[in-house]
């Protein structure tokens, strides 16, 4: 594997950071990044993305819905009655 | 003197709730109602969420007695919680998934990156770029959108960050096929978040 295209470098990206590469999958692909800021550019936002998603999307338990549960519980005898 | 109190175990209290403490189960649903409710959101929606998470702590307490630690309480409970999730999802009127296959990236006719460095760096920033309630609801709507075959292995392993394993088990997946999907659903997230940035793709 001597030359690699931005496009192989996309597909193996994923095994790439995780280091689930071959170790000379992973030498020609370490020289074709070295070389390309396309493909350095790429991969900080790839690796930005789950980050992004995770933090934005990380929803707290609302008071109303917490109470909800907490009498829906109690209702099927799950909990101790009284106050929670 | 102050004496630490020590924390029981997750794995303690289900035994205790197993049989039959119910003081035992308050303080497992203490413990776990929070991410069990942001779990629900990323596979289902804030409106469905409260419902999974009734149906998930029903479901926990039917099966204690079945609880084998063989694998940690936390994974298991994961596992019931992710199962009440797709089954309440399935309940619904299936939307047609809208693939997102506009959002992956451009290779010129050489296999090379399309777009400019700058261009494909840009997505990166989409949180210091965007205002954050419009970023989060986009966000939603975008992971929402995704076919729910990359949609669940993506939420459970990127979001919660469940090992491939335990994905794979959740999902009756194959590791290799939980990988694969992951992969492919974080570049059509990735080009989600440039198409908000103002960027194509």
């Keep these: 594997m001597s030359e690699i295209a931005c496009v192989s470098g996309v597909d193996l990206l994923m095994d790439y950071l995780e280091g689930a590469l071959a170790a000379d999958v992973r030498a020609a692909l370490d020289a074709h990044v070295a070389g390309c800021e396309r493909c350095v550019a790429f991969i900080e936002s790839y690796r930005a993305t789950p980050r992004i998603l995770k933090q934005v999307t990380a929803a707290s338990l609302p008071a109303d819905v917490q109470q909800s549960l907490r009498t829906f519980l109690r209702s099927q005898g799950l909990v101790p009655p009284g106050d929670w | 003197m102050v004496v630490p109190t020590v924390e029981p ?32 959101c990323r596979l289902t929606s804030d409106t ?102 990359y949609r669940d292995p993506f939420v459970l392993r990127d979001l919660e960050e469940m090992s491939t394993a335990d994905v794979a088990h959740a999902l009756s997946l194959e590791p290799a096929t939980v990988r694969q999907r992951v992969h492919r659903a974080r570049l059509m997230l990735r080009g989600y978040l440039s198409d908000l940035v103002g960027v194509k793709p």
């Design chain 2, 48 to 149: 469905d969420a409260p419902d999974v998470l009734q149906e998930t702590f029903l479901q926990v307490h039917r099966h204690l007695s079945s609880f084998r630690h063989e694998s940690q309480f936390g994974t298991w409970l994961y596992r019931i919680a992710t199962n009440a999730a797709l089954m309440h999802r399935r309940a619904r009127a299936r939307r047609a998934a809208e693939p997102l296959d506009a959002f992956l990236p451009r290779f010129d006719a050489q296999g090379g990156h399309a777009a400019t460095p700058a261009e494909l760096q840009l997505p990166a920033r989409a949180d210091e770029l965007l205002d954050q309630q419009a970023l989060a609801a986009r966000a939603r709507e975008a992971i929402q959108r995704l076919p729910e075959s």
């Design chain 2, 9 to 40: 175990s997750d794995e303690a209290l289900a035994a205790r709730a197993a049989a039959g403490d119910d003081r035992a189960f308050e303080q497992i649903v203490e413990r776990y109602e929070g991410r069990i409710f942001r779990l629900a």
